[in-house]
């Protein structure tokens, strides 16, 4: 496997369906070894949920949508919230991601918690944003969250076909 350098992002988001589409300036989300994905919406969780044996049994938490202020800012209270990015991702067969939180947010006691974007996974995802400054932390609408670091696999795999796949599309 190989980490994905900005050249090689730049290559792939020419691909027909791109790597990644929606996003809003290349010059500022390619980095030199991954794509930063932008807040797209935050809602809070208003239930718990289930994990089983069996996927039948599943029970996601029901999310409240937030709503940002008039110039696009939202303030957080320390506590934990789902966060949809703008971009919707297009992995290849042979191309798997990490996501891992800009280290501003770190800084700001604020971190992203995210699962494996699975080789041929397509959809505009959603992940854990956790706030553990007991001060809060303000965000503003389209603010690049996340890193996508992409490695690319040994040979092609099967691709990811799970209950996700195309979501938020």
Not at 26 to 44: K, T
Not at 99 to 123: I, K
Request: with cysteine; hydrophobic share 40%.
């Amino acid at each position: 496997m190989s980490v994905l350098s900005g050249n090689d992002i730049r290559r792939l988001l020419k691909h027909n369906p791109p790597l990644i589409e929606g996003w809003f300036s290349l010059d500022e989300q390619v980095q030199a070894n991954g794509f930063d994905l932008s807040l797209r919406d935050i809602a809070a969780m208003q239930s718990g949920g289930t994990i089983a044996v069996s996927n039948n049994e599943r029970v996601l938490s029901v999310l409240a949508p937030l709503s940002f202020d008039d110039k696009g800012f939202l303030h957080l209270a320390a506590g934990i919230y789902m966060v949809t990015y703008n971009e919707i991702v297009h992995l290849p067969k042979n191309v798997m991601a990490f996501g891992r939180p800009r280290s501003s947010l770190l800084r700001c006691g604020v971190n992203v918690g995210t699962a494996v974007w699975d080789a041929g996974y397509e959809g505009r995802s959603q992940s854990l944003l956790t706030v553990h400054n007991p001060h809060g932390f303000r965000v503003q609408q389209n603010a690049r969250i996340t890193q996508l670091v992409f490695m690319e696999l040994t040979g092609e795999s099967e691709g990811y076909n799970g209950i996700y796949q195309n979501e938020n599309t």
